[in-house]
């Protein structure tokens, strides 16, 4: 679905605004309720897709059906697009085809992507306002080791599945350098000011020093900053033998890895080659993916949102942030549209629960992310003035 909003400049490019409406499949025996239908109860809306991502298009539809009601003409044309297959079920992504097939519908100045950037609640206080300007690129690669195999009763030194193994053993053992982005080193720079002791220590020292190994080492311990850092690549799948007593003639394994802005699946490939560093292991990638240029953390970007943060929410600090994962932003910033993941439902930290059971959200957190977004859209579309 694409829905154009004119606004009165015909010369300034649109904002584009994004959410998918897909959600991943739940089992009714796995939930305590209908997974597929709105439940309030205790303060919380229940359901599949309340969190990821329901509620962000919510509040983009709701953002947009306010202005209509209150007769607001916005400075410039607001377009929203809510599309499907972002959670991968049916094979496409409705997002990707857009910017591929119908960029003229799409384009924009920049896109607010509501699937990202979610704001943080820990232990009932509201703590950061994340805005995502990048994402870590997605890319597999196939580990393959072939030969001619043999009956199990006599073996060889160089078992296919052994030497597999032995490479699998070689990745897992392998740490890519730091490479901080515009967007990381802001992020550790604000984060610092929040934390204390040897983590708030630790981040400072990274920043200033991409080589500082010790305080690299105490970070990456946690997975999360872990994969702030760097490039990480992990097995995820194995296959090997054809038979219980027979040498393996071919073994397989799939590693994911998820590039760091700035670097590209080929240096990535090569790196894996070096590491595990033996010829018998054949490495390919797995449909090949193309970088995407991170978004720049432009004043006309981060203004209206230091300043509706500021109005809402005194105090909560606004900052950068690196998605790990992987969301519809992707295919948009490919397509030279900056995007910029702002997400404005607060999520408790310890009660995550996107893709899982019984997912939820507080009933105050959508609604204040109703406010939030509306307000972000108006300062974000300028003033048109008010007609009928």
Not at 141 to 164: C, F, K, M, W
Not at 240 to 260: D, E, F, K, S
Not at 371 to 383: P, R
């Amino acid at each position: 679905v694409v829905v154009r909003f004119p606004g009165k400049s015909k010369t300034l490019k649109p904002i584009l605004l994004i959410a998918h409406l897909d959600v991943v499949e739940a089992l009714r025996s796995d939930w305590s309720m209908d997974p597929y239908t709105l439940t309030e109860k205790d303060g919380f809306f229940y359901g599949r897709g309340t969190s990821d991502i329901k509620d962000g298009a919510t509040t983009l539809i709701m953002a947009l059906l306010r202005m209509k009601q209150e007769h607001i003409t916005p400075g410039r044309t607001l377009v929203l697009a809510l599309t499907a297959g972002e959670e991968g079920g049916g094979g496409y992504d409705g997002m990707e085809w857009l910017a591929k097939e119908h960029r003229d519908l799409i384009d924009a100045e920049f896109c607010v992507n509501v699937d990202g950037g979610d704001p943080l609640i820990k232990d009932g206080k509201r703590i950061t306002r994340p805005v995502q300007t990048s994402e870590k690129l997605y890319q597999s690669y196939a580990l393959e080791v072939r030969n001619p195999g043999g009956h199990s009763s006599q073996p060889t030194p160089d078992n296919a599945i052994v030497r597999l193994a032995d490479a699998l053993g070689r990745v897992d053992r392998y740490r890519f350098p730091v490479h901080l982005t515009e967007t990381t080193r802001g992020y550790l720079t604000r984060q610092a000011a929040m934390e204390s002791g040897q983590l708030a220590a630790d981040m400072r020292a990274i920043v200033a020093n991409e080589h500082d190994d010790a305080a690299a080492a105490r970070l990456s311990a946690s997975p999360f900053y872990n994969a702030q850092l760097r490039t990480t690549c992990v097995p995820t799948m194995l296959s090997g033998g054809h038979a219980p007593n027979a040498l393996p003639q071919t073994a397989r394994a799939t590693v994911n890895c998820r590039i760091m802005p700035g670097e590209t699946p080929a240096q990535t490939q090569a790196t894996l080659a070096k590491a595990i560093a033996d010829d018998s292991v054949h490495i390919t990638a797995i449909d090949s993916a193309q970088p995407a240029d991170p978004s720049p953390l432009s004043p006309a970007v981060m203004g209206p949102v230091e300043r509706v943060t500021a109005r809402l929410w005194p105090g909560v600090v606004v900052i950068p942030t690196l998605e790990t994962g992987a969301t519809d932003g992707y295919y948009l910033r490919a397509a030279g549209i900056p995007t910029y993941g702002m997400s404005g439902v607060f999520l408790d930290v310890d009660d995550f629960r996107a893709h899982g059971r019984d997912e939820r959200i507080m009933v105050k957190s959508f609604y204040d992310g109703v406010e939030y977004i509306h307000q972000l859209v108006k300062e974000y579309a300028g003033s048109g003035g008010r007609g009928r």
